[in-house]
């Protein structure tokens, strides 16, 4: 997979798993800028392998002329059983575009790591990569492929440059300097 971003946060890496994979008010406002909507989870769930999962749902907005307005998504999310509390989280989540072209072709795969640096500090890197479920050839595959890079790219690059750090400076701020 390529890394989209990989970034040390002041906070903790519990606090950033809390943001990130639970139905937090941060979580609820990032969607709301990303125009995602219709949101809905289920509960993290341990599975017979021992890992735990939770399965979401949403409508994407794209707004891009060839492709569509609008799709809806499903975000099948795994949190590894290496996992450690406070120490690792290692989630996997793996994201279905259900109304855009060629939506049974492909799909995208995201890692997420969160590793604890201090009591305060957090290291966050995410890895994506494009997958092919059929194969796919010439023009289309080029189509999916830079469509889907610019949208991830464009997501994380929000997620780490601009929202978690203003969540961070809010955080910080509350708490005193740390
Ligand atoms: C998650 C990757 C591809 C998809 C999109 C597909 C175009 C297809 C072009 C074909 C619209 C929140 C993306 C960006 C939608 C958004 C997805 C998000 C950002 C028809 C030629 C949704 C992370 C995520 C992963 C993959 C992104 C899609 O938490 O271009």
Known sequence: GRLYLNKVFHMSASKMFALLFTDSSFTQRFMEIRRITNPSSTAWQKDDSGNDKRVMNYTITINNPLIGKFSTATENQTLSKESREGQYYQVDAVVHTHDV??????????????????????????????????????????????????????????????????????????????
Not at 129 to 137: H, L, Q
């Open 101 to 178: 072209p060629y939506h049974d072709h492909f799909y995208t795969q995201n890692r997420y790591y969160i590793i604890r640096v201090s009591k305060r500090k957090c290291r966050l890197r995410v890895y994506s990569d494009v997958k092919y479920s059929k194969p796919t050839f010439g023009l289309i595959k080029t189509f999916i492929t830079k469509n889907s890079w610019s949208g991830i790219e464009d997501y994380f690059r929000q997620l780490g440059e601009s929202e978690l750090l203003e969540e961070e400076a809010e955080m910080n701020q509350a708490v005193g300097e740390s």
